[in-house]
């Protein structure tokens, strides 16, 4: 058990809706990280909070968003669904930033199915 | 932005061989870090390399950092039926705000 909590563990909608993706990081990590990965593919950078802020974007679509909360929980939330936007979400959380950063803890993940 | 390349895509190996893949990242980057994810898992942390030249062992895994801390490569000596799974890199870049997975090299070993 990596500490890292994801709810649901999966999900499936139609086209054309929206959905949020929670994630809980571990205890006393400020950092979390969202990741999406198709089937078989790699891990696609999507966003990095850091204590609430949002500190780096890769390569998330206009129809998502994110936010971290007070409290270190992240949301990620998808509207306007598309075929393929299905694939497995991943939160990982790690305790901070900079260079000198410990590893990043991944969560079982979010497997989005859309139809 | 920063792209991290991995090769192979897929291995198949006899068990008992000796398995490689290969990082490189089109920037410098102050660490590096590898994954491994079983199937139907989540990626879990390995080890991270930070030094320049840096080698690191664990058991049967070497795990190297280039020269111009660019490059990485992972080593697995006389694979075993429990080494399966897809093997990421990851690289930090020097802002240190980014984790850059690489595509992941899938090793299958056959019995």
Redesign the interface.
Known sequence: D?GVTQTPKHLITATGQRVTLRCSPRSGDLSV?W?QQSL??????LI?Y?NGEE??K?NILERFSAQQFPDLHSELNLSSLELGDSALY?C?SSIG?????????????TRLTVV | GQQVMQIPQYQHVQEGEDFTTYCNSSTTLSNIQWYKQRPGGHPVFLIQLVKSGEVKKQKRLTFQFGEAKKNSSLHITATQTTDVGTYFCAGKNNAGNMLTFGGGTRLMVKP
């Open positions: 990596s990280y990741y078989d593919q790699g891990l696609q950078f990095h850091y500190r780096a890769g991943f990982a930033q900079g260079r000198m950063n410990t590893e990043a803890f991944f969560g079982q993940g």
